[in-house]
């Protein structure tokens, strides 16, 4: 039976170090394993909605790499879930570029006719070409998103980026700056 000598100064502390690591490793291996799978490369990213969308878009653009929004102003989840009137096209395009998350940002426009139906149609549409859905909550100084629009929302079973507290423009219902918001999201997105 040999002696165990004491090695140079380092050795201890780098030994415990590569426990230390080794700890780390399955831990971060336990936590990859249980969030949803992720394309490799940069984080595939889309934006769909109303007026919040075409505001946010450009903001959001400047912050994550690999983006792509579409928005239209006043229009409402009947009309993003039907093609109706304003979007003959709305999202057409998504199926081609296959973002791994899509933000929704919908719903102050339905007022009180909020249809779930139109609410669960867009996120069987988003997850049948293979992305997750994130439902952007329009910010907390908005009062127009009726209780119906909110329980629609709930009722999806998909998370959702928290209200802004960014302050609201004169109108009541547009932020001031989109900046902040975009900043918000994108901390939400990447976390």
Do not use: K
Request: glycine content about 10%; some cysteine; charged content about 15%.
């Amino acid at each position: 039976m040999g002696v165990r000598r004491p090695g140079p100064a380092w050795e201890a502390p780098l030994l415990a170090g590569a426990g230390v690591l080794g700890v780390a490793g399955v831990v971060a291996a336990i936590v990859a394993a249980r969030r949803p799978s992720v394309p490799a490369g940069p984080l595939r990213v889309a934006l769909i909605g109303d007026s919040y969308a075409v505001g946010l878009g450009p903001a959001l653009a400047q912050l994550l790499p690999t983006f792509q929004y579409e928005g239209h102003v006043g229009t409402s989840t009947q009309q993003w879930a039907t093609h109706a009137v304003a979007c003959g096209a709305c999202g057409d395009w998504i199926a081609a570029y296959r973002p791994a998350v899509t933000l929704v940002s919908l719903g102050v426009n339905d007022g009180d006719n909020a249809d779930p139906a139109n609410y669960q149609a867009i996120v069987d549409g988003l997850r049948s070409v293979g992305s997750r859905v994130l439902w952007v909550e329009p910010p907390a100084a908005v009062r127009t998103p009726t209780a119906r629009v909110r329980q629609a929302i709930a009722s999806l079973g998909v998370p959702t980026v928290p209200a802004t507290s960014t302050p609201v423009a004169a109108d009541g219902v547009h932020p001031q700056q989109y900046g902040p918001w975009a900043r918000e999201i994108a901390r939400y997105l990447l976390s």
